[in-house]
């Protein structure tokens, strides 16, 4: 399970012309799954990004948390972050999990992160053609993978 966070300031997510998400501070979250994760990916996943410090103190330094900021989450599911361009120049997306797996687990990570953090959690539309719009805080972007933990 891969995870692209973006730190921002304002995002939102829109599906055939209604915004159906958005965030004013925050945390944007491109979520891929592939056919090999489970659960305890996505709790892993879960207890790095709700900890992880990317945000600034007072003396403009990254040492705070979403939770420290009281910031919000916007949790879009991409199966790009999956892409193979070893040969050739179309990606392959084989490594993607297929809906049928990928939907129970995507949903089980937005809720376990609203349950685990305490915070605001939109979202977009699974499978669904998205229009992200963000203004990248910092600019402030982090990949984490939960298949490389040591």
Do not use: C
Request: hydrophobic share 40%; no cysteine.
């Amino acid at each position: 399970m891969r995870i692209l966070i973006q730190r921002s300031k304002t995002a939102s997510v829109v599906v055939e012309n209604q915004t159906i998400g958005a965030i004013t501070h925050g945390l944007v979250v491109l979520v891929g799954i592939e056919h090999e994760d489970t659960q305890e990916d996505a709790d892993w996943l879960i207890g790095k990004l709700v900890n992880l410090r990317i945000f600034s103190d007072e003396e403009g330094k990254m040492n705070l948390s979403i939770q420290d900021v009281a910031g919000q989450f916007l949790v879009i599911s991409q199966f790009t972050l999956h892409a193979s361009t070893k040969k050739g120049n179309r990606p392959s997306y084989i490594r993607a999990a297929r809906p049928e797996q990928a939907i129970p687990l995507y949903n089980y990570f937005v809720e376990q992160l609203n349950i685990q953090s305490k915070l605001p959690v939109e979202t977009g539309e699974f499978g669904a053609d998205m229009q992200v719009q963000l203004i990248n805080d910092g600019p402030v972007t982090i990949w984490i993978d939960s298949k490389n933990r040591e």
